[in-house]
Structures are given as structure tokens and as C-alpha cells.
């Protein structure tokens, strides 16, 4: 596991946290958990400009690259879908709509690092 | 009971807070009360939704990687794989539709999707020779930290919630 999978555990769980406890609260979605989302957003641009950098400077990817790719781009959408689907139906269910992602980018991340190595 | 509270606390938040809720379906099913299109797709109905979607997608990925790079290993469990993801396709498309068909085909789908995990999930079990191979429903979605067990039982649960009355 590298830097870049604990930067996402630590921004994932936060973002989860954050949004299952705006949601318990009974709270609709707001500028903290979309934030928070974005966040995780943020965490997986950085995985994505580090690995182009270290692909490009000769570092291999053990597993296969495009598997990989694939994770790494899937990860990167949900965010967006989710903080989309959550401004659709203001509602504390959409908190935990968003804090699906942290969680789902987080075991993604784990899987990409499995990949790489 | 906090169903109810959060149906009715939404709908007057799409009354007077949501400006965005002329563009959304949702806000017309729940604001016009004689016309009761779709309940499902809203509240825990979203997260669900949600849920059903990114197993939709991992395992639709995952039955397609496995079917491309590695199809002879295992022919079996990876059909199982690729059937899994369709059941998950079907279900994340008709929970979000609304309708007295897409309820059923959401309750079909659900169904089939328990029937899969327990049946795929105990031969997985006794008879680890011939299911040696990873799917979705192995072990019970032990992989998945056993959210494809639980998934099919709150989807019952929530689509018996939202039936569709008896007499339209």
C-alpha cells in the first residue's frame, strides 16, 4: 500500500463519517458533505496525475494496466454522479448516498494498489 | 413511521427550499398527491438505488475481465459472474423506474438475486471443488463484506414498503 491509497482511506472514511453523520442528524445534503465528497474527488486526481507521472517515468505496472485504468476511472466518476444524484432529492438519504463514495473509492483505491504492485 | 416523516418532511422541501424542482421527476410524483407514479426512487429508495448501481457496474466490470482474459479457466463460474451483473443491471434499471411493471420486474430481479446468493453462496461452501473460482455471490459475498446477502433482503423489504396498491 502507498501514499496515495492512505491519502484516500484517510479523505475516504472522513467523507463517509462526515456524511453518514449529516445524514443521521437528518440533515440534507450540504456545502460540508459535498465538500467533503469533493475531497475524495481530489485524493483520486492526485492518484491519477501521480500514476500518469510514474508511468511515464518507466515505472511498470505489475498487474494489468488497463484494469487498472479502469479502476482509476470508475473511481473517478462516482463523485461526480453521486454529489448529481444527491442535488436531484435534497434529502438526509442522499448524505448517504454520498457516503457510499468514500467507502467504494476507498476499496477501489485498495484494489488499484494491489494492482500496481 | 421515519419513512413517513421524511416523505412528508421532502415534500415540503420541494415546495418552498428546492428551487432546482421543477427540472426533477421526483418533486412532481410526490407534490401532486393524486397522481402516484413512482415512490420507490426516492429517500432510502435513492441509497438503495445507489448501492444496486455501483454493484452493477463492479460486477458487470468484473464478469467482463474475467469472461476476456481468462474464460476457460472457469466457464461456469464466470457465466455465474456475467449473470450476477446482469440480475444487478436489472435490478439498479427497474428500481429507479417507475410503474407497476418495473415493479415487478424489481421484485423478479431481487428475488433472483437472493435465490443466486444463497444457492451460489452454499455450493461455494460444501462443495469448494467445483466452485473454486470467485464471483459476486461466493461465500456469501464474504468478498464484498456481505453486502450482496444483504442487499436482496432490504430490497424486498423496501419494495413490500412501496407496493403498488391493490386496485389503481
Partial sequence: MDAYFYIILVVGLLSSIICVAAGILKKAPNDTTILSVAAVELALLVYLVGSIVRVASGERIAGESWEFWGYLATALILPIGAVYWSILERTRWSNFVLAAVGVTALVMAARMNQIWY | ?168
Fill in chain 2, 1 to 168: 413511521m421515519e419513512e413517513a416523516e421524511n416523505v412528508n418532511a421532502k415534500s415540503s422541501q420541494d415546495g418552498t427550499a428546492n428551487p432546482a424542482g421543477s427540472t426533477s421527476e421526483i418533486a412532481g410524483s410526490t407534490g401532486a398527491a393524486p397522481a402516484p407514479t413512482n415512490t420507490r426512487n426516492t429517500g432510502p429508495g435513492r441509497l438503495l438505488i445507489a448501492v444496486y448501481a455501483v454493484f452493477a457496474i463492479s460486477a458487470t466490470a468484473r464478469a467482463g475481465y474475467q469472461i476476456v482474459t481468462k474464460f476457460s479457466e472457469a466457464p461456469l463460474a464466470y457465466l455465474l459472474s456475467a449473470f450476477a451483473a446482469l440480475v444487478y443491471v436489472v435490478a439498479t434499471v427497474s428500481l429507479a423506474k417507475p410503474g407497476r411493471t418495473a415493479f415487478k420486474v424489481s421484485v423478479a430481479a431481487v428475488l433472483v438475486e437472493l435465490v443466486g446468493v444463497l444457492v451460489v453462496g452454499a455450493l461455494s461452501v460444501f462443495d469448494a471443488v467445483n466452485f473454486p473460482h470467485e464471483t459476486v455471490w461466493s461465500l456469501f459475498g464474504r468478498g464484498y463484506g456481505f453486502i450482496p446477502l444483504l442487499l436482496p433482503i432490504l430490497g424486498l423489504i423496501w419494495l413490500y414498503r412501496r407496493r403498488p396498491a391493490a386496485s389503481a
